[in-house]
């Protein structure tokens, strides 16, 4: 399984059960990760994105999504990503081959965090870029 998730310098992911912020750039890097692919998320996700972003992506919507992509794994399932924003991810750690981490840069209050021990994988590309409501956003590869 390949994750996406959203981080403040901390690994926060969401405060009183709103994500920390939304970028539009950032969306721009997630559905150009995700061209060609399977972009499962649930519906608190896929209410940040625009119609025309919708477009531009296989997007499936669906409260239980990280169940529904172990079930289809035989169904060529690695090209697909998880957007995960309001989700532990400790119960499908063994079933986490990569992780896509975007950051913030900067540190937010937060009450849910990141949950994954990265030591467990390989930092393989890092790149920054420019986001609309900040001036760094960076993205970070980490691979089994």
Request: with cysteine.
């Amino acid at each position: 399984m390949k994750v996406i998730v959203i981080t403040d310098d901390c690994q926060g992911m969401l405060f009183n059960n709103r994500r920390q912020s939304k970028d539009k750039m950032l969306r721009k890097e997630i559905i150009n990760l995700c061209k060609n692919k399977i972009l499962y998320m649930n519906e608190y996700s896929y209410n940040q994105f625009e119609s025309s972003e919708k477009e531009e992506v296989m997007i499936r919507v669906s409260e239980s999504f990280l169940r529904d992509v172990n079930m289809d794994a035989g169904k060529n399932i690695d090209d697909g990503y998880c957007l995960v924003e309001n989700e532990n991810l400790t119960d499908y750690m063994d079933d986490i081959n990569e992780i896509v981490m975007f950051k913030w840069n900067t540190k937010y209050p937060a009450d849910m965090y990141f949950d994954i021990d990265l030591n467990r994988f390989q930092l393989v590309v890092t790149k920054d870029f420019q986001g609309n409501s900040h001036n760094k956003i960076t993205m970070e590869i980490y691979k089994r």
